[in-house]
């Protein structure tokens, strides 16, 4: 049972456009979403989170929009550099309960010089 | 200072035997997990420590897997007996604190291979 899914497994952008990656989520009680970049042969790092009282948080020029009726997140990265290219997973928790991430599969992101 | 670290970086083992993966998380981080991630899929949990108690061990997939922490430091991944379905990235993770919202703090993981 996938809680959160990503169905785009890569996304290509030309640098300086607008990258956007979605995820949709499956439970309702998800209150806080998170994004991680990973590169190959490292951990995931953080890069932006919201809570589920907002619908958009912002971070220079990383930007997250959560949509609750449609259970849908979204990053937009403008503009996208080459230094973005990486896998990026979106996760989900709950407020009260386990303490764990649920994770999406990832999209692999390819900015194109 | 020092992020979370893992070790080995990479193991081979042979069906059947047993191996133990190590984590080493941010000093003073009480929260430490576990995930694995098989080829092509995301993070799944395995388990959630609070100091040395394991309040959710809900992700662990057989009774082939278990996991200990001393105090508020290492870690330990034991696979018994392992299968080749057990190849993963192990991931380690850890928080100042447990609870939602927290951000987590990954370490570069352990590749294993069962042949």
């Known amino acids: 049972d996938q809680q959160v899914k990503q169905n785009s497994p890569s996304l290509s952008v030309q640098e300086g456009r607008i990258s956007i990656l979605n995820c949709d989520y499956t439970?309702?009680?998800?209150?806080?979403f998170l994004w991680y970049k990973k590169y190959p042969a490292e951990g995931p790092t953080f890069l932006i989170s919201?809570?589920?009282?907002?619908d958009k948080n912002e971070d220079g020029r990383f930007t997250v929009f959560l949509n609750k009726s449609a259970k849908h997140l979204s990053l937009h990265i403008v503009p996208s550099q080459p230094g973005d290219s990486a896998v990026y997973f979106c996760?989900?928790?709950?407020?009260?309960?386990?303490?764990?991430?649920?994770f999406g599969q990832g999209t692999r992101l390819t900015i194109n010089p | 200072g020092a992020g979370v670290s893992q070790s080995p970086s990479n193991k081979v083992t042979e069906k059947g035997k047993d191996v133990e993966l190590r984590c080493d998380p941010i000093?003073?981080?009480?929260?430490l997990y576990w995930y694995r991630q098989r080829l092509g899929q995301g993070l799944e949990f395995l388990i959630y420590?609070?100091?040395?108690?394991?309040?959710?061990k809900s992700g662990l997939p057989s009774d082939r897997f278990s996991a200990e922490r001393t105090g508020e430091s290492v870690s330990t991944l034991t696979i018994q007996r392992t299968q080749q379905e057990d190849s993963a990235v192990y991931l380690c993770?850890?928080?100042?604190?447990?609870?939602?919202?927290?951000?987590?703090?990954f370490g570069p993981g352990t590749r294993l291979t069962v042949t």
């Open positions: 993770a850890s928080s100042p604190r447990g609870g939602a919202g927290v951000e987590q703090y």
């Open positions: 919201i809570s589920s009282i907002k």
């Open positions: 439970n309702s009680m998800f209150d806080y």
């Open positions: 000093s003073g981080h009480t929260a």
């Open positions: 996760a989900a928790s709950l407020y009260q309960g386990a303490q764990k991430l649920v």
């Open positions: 420590f609070q100091g040395n108690s394991a309040p959710d």
